[in-house]
């Protein structure tokens, strides 16, 4: 068990390039979140999957985002045409609900977002 | 909705005395989740403890113990013997059993352990 991880750890972008991020969650957990951390803030809840389907998304999940979890193993979270607003820690976690009781989320170490 | 709030922004503290965080949560929910996670300088999120609300049981882990009291909505957490490694940013956390189990953080404490 490697734990969850996010690549790339850090990104510096241009205002209107696209970017996607990646998230490896724990191999046998079955659900994976997205969170955003802006500065001073706690983390935000953006989307979530159950295997390879994405059953909410947050408000703050504009159209130029986009989430995906094609296989219910790793996920990418796209933002299209990026703007300064968008730069951010994004989070990723993991979770198993196989077990029927409610266990932690792990956390993985993030992707800081810098849009200049 | 669900709400956390952590009124205290920022807490320095000199090594060896002890803290307490403060956490108020809100929820209509009667079954619910609570959290601590701790967030040092590298960033990632550290799970601390879970409690969920049919156990008001305060519990103790080393230095680490919380109180948990559901007549003041309070899940509050102390650090007994603050060492310069418990220096971090602290979120509390709720989570609802409906919907989509995510997380609702407060806006975190830091706490800076001064040796």
């Known amino acids: 068990d490697t734990g969850v991880s996010q690549n790339p750890r850090h990104k510096i972008t241009k205002r209107g390039q696209n970017v996607t991020f990646r998230c490896d969650p724990i191999?046998?957990?079955?659900?994976l979140y997205w969170y955003r951390q802006t500065l001073g803030q706690g983390p935000e809840f953006l989307t979530y999957?159950?295997?390879?389907?994405?059953?909410?998304k947050s408000r703050l999940l504009s159209d130029r985002f986009s989430a995906e979890r094609p296989k219910g193993s790793f996920s990418t979270l796209e933002i299209q045409r990026t703007e300064q607003g968008d730069s951010a820690m994004y989070l990723c976690?993991?979770?198993?609900?196989?077990?029927?009781?409610?266990?932690?989320?792990?956390f993985g170490p993030g992707t800081r977002l810098t849009v200049l | 909705a669900q709400k956390v709030t952590q009124a205290q922004t920022e807490i320095s503290v000199v090594e060896k005395e002890d803290v307490t965080l403060d956490c108020v949560y809100e929820?209509?929910?009667?079954?619910?989740?609570l959290f601590w996670y701790k967030q040092p300088p590298s960033g990632e999120l550290v799970f601390l403890i879970r409690?969920?609300?049919?156990?008001?049981q305060n519990e103790i882990s080393g230095r680490y113990s919380w109180n948990f009291q559901k007549s003041t909505s309070s899940f509050n957490f102390t650090i007994t013997a603050s060492q310069v490694v418990d220096s971090a940013v602290y979120f509390c956390?709720?989570?609802?059993?409906?919907?989509?189990?995510?997380?609702?953080f407060g806006t975190g404490t830091r706490l800076t352990v001064i040796p």
């Open positions: 976690a993991s979770i198993s609900t196989g077990t029927g009781s409610y266990n932690e989320q792990f």
């Open positions: 929820t209509r929910d009667t079954t619910y989740y």
């Open positions: 999957f159950q295997n390879e389907a994405q059953l909410e």
């Open positions: 409690r969920n609300s049919f156990d008001e």
């Open positions: 956390a709720l989570s609802v059993q409906t919907g989509a189990n995510n997380l609702f």
């Open positions: 191999s046998e957990h079955n659900r």
